[in-house]
């Protein structure tokens, strides 16, 4: 049966536990990375299992499930709608396109994001995080029947991307990885073998101020965890603990001309005033985050048996 891990400070202390309802069972040990968790708590949270747990979640405060140092790596336009909505075709789609976030971007699943003073356009990318178990050095071909010996848990994460950093200055890295930007959990929700049939059947699904803004389900993935981490293993290596975001639904704040329109413009317009206009139409959407907006992020399975719990984040100025 899957479980739901939880990273939470207490008394000054950084614990691990087990969370049952709306208690943790805490583990005996504690563990300074998630990485660390994975290679040796696996006897700390089998106790934890089976004793009650005593500590409620109103009396800590949730941290990120995802600790530093741990590499990011994220995929882009990987639902076919936000394809579309991007001006792309996924069924011409050949290859999947990866890009990082830096490790200093990671936030807890409560609090605040702060936005930075000169960004304008800020967005939301609700996304399914995978946690990988163990180190991959090499070339190797994963399988839907050997993905859970390299997946160790998924969780949900939030890209937060400057848009006005990311599409003018074409900085992916920069737009994506400023600190705080990548709100991750509540917890790390570990399935057993049997359950991994449900990566293809999660719902997602995020909100600002209680105005739902993304739904989706990865039913709608154009490439599957098990072929992705395959790809990636070709050209780099995994350490256990670093996590894989695998794109996010349509619905984002940002919105591009169709592809005749954005080629027009490329022809007439000098890019310093292509990008200038990009600016000013996007900067009229209102769906882009404001200080005081709150984010909430739920993903779970149509049944209820896999639940990841839900993040909710709110913006700072």
């Not at 968790?37 to 949270?45: A, K, N, S, V």
């Not at 790390?188 to 803004?213: C, I, K, M, Q, W």
Request: hydrophobic share 40%; proline share 7%; glycine share 6%.
């Amino acid at each position: 049966m899957a479980m739901n891990l939880a990273h939470f400070e207490i008394g000054r202390r950084r614990r691990w536990g087990l969370v049952k309802g709306d208690a943790i069972a805490p583990l005996d040990q504690e563990y300074p990375t998630t990485a660390a968790l994975i290679e040796h708590g696996e006897t700390g949270w089998i106790a934890a299992s089976g004793r009650a747990a005593s500590v409620s979640l109103a009396d800590v405060t949730l941290l990120s499930p995802v600790t530093a140092p741990a590499r990011i790596l994220c995929q882009g336009a990987n639902y076919r709608q936000h394809m579309i909505e991007s001006g792309m075709d996924p069924d011409e789609k050949t290859f999947n396109m990866f890009f990082e976030k830096a490790d200093c971007s990671l936030n807890a699943p409560r609090g605040t994001v702060r936005k930075p003073p000169h960004v304008r356009l800020l967005d939301y990318e609700i996304e399914l995080a995978l946690v990988f178990r163990k180190a991959i050095t090499a070339p190797v071909t994963v399988t839907e029947a050997t993905l859970s010996e390299y997946v160790f848990a998924i969780a949900i994460a939030n890209d937060v991307s400057a848009r006005d950093i990311q599409i003018p200055q074409t900085q992916f890295f920069k737009g994506k990885s400023y600190r705080g930007f990548c709100p991750m959990g509540p917890y790390l929700t570990v399935l057993e073998p049997e359950e991994f049939h449900y990566l293809d059947r999660l719902d997602l699904s995020l909100s600002v101020n209680g105005a739902e803004r993304q739904r989706d389900t990865t039913r709608n993935l154009v490439f599957k965890p098990a072929e992705t981490i395959t790809e990636l293993s070709t050209f780099s290596d995994i350490a256990p603990g670093d996590v894989l975001l695998t794109g996010t639904p349509s619905g984002c704040a940002l919105r591009v001309p169709p592809p005749a329109l954005r080629k027009l413009m490329q022809l007439v317009l000098p890019e310093k005033k292509l990008w200038a206009a990009f600016e000013r139409t996007q900067s009229r959407r209102p769906q882009y985050l404001k200080a005081g907006d709150v984010v909430t992020a739920r993903i779970k399975s149509p049944d209820g048996i896999i639940d990841l719990g839900e993040q909710r984040v709110t913006i700072s100025a």
